[in-house]
């Protein structure tokens, strides 16, 4: 299994971005009952949880980013996204997909004030 994750880039402060992360090699149902959610890990920080989804498609959110970003998912697409709106210099940081097995390389948000 590959994580391929996508979308990060230069924004300014209350601006947007969508990231992607799709799951190479995964199969569907791994996909959707233990499929990749989205972490971040902020220069000199611990790499921490910011939105999880299940396989009913409950969704969780760290309580940073609450009302701010939306994860989903295309099953036939093995994806999960990211909606990122209303960015906050703080939101800086390498964000990965992951599973308990497996990592992303990471795509990089910078958000400028």
């Known amino acids: 299994v590959q994580l391929q994750a996508s979308g990060g880039g230069l924004v300014q402060a209350g601006g947007s971005l969508r990231l992607s992360c799709k799951a190479n090699?995964?199969?569907?149902?791994?996909?959707?009952?233990?499929?990749p959610n989205w972490y971040r890990q902020a220069p000199g920080q611990q790499r921490e949880p910011v939105a999880s989804?299940?396989?009913?498609?409950?969704?969780n959110y760290a309580d940073s980013v609450k009302g701010r970003f939306t994860i989903s998912r295309d099953n036939n697409k093995r994806t999960i996204y990211l909606q990122m709106n209303s960015l906050k210099p703080e939101d800086t940081a390498l964000y990965f997909c992951?599973?308990?097995?497996?990592w992303g390389q990471g795509t990089l948000v910078t958000v400028s004030s």
């Open positions: 090699g995964m199969i569907l149902s791994t996909f959707i009952w233990n499929g």
């Open positions: 989804i299940t396989s009913d498609g409950s969704t």
């Open positions: 992951g599973t308990e097995t497996d």
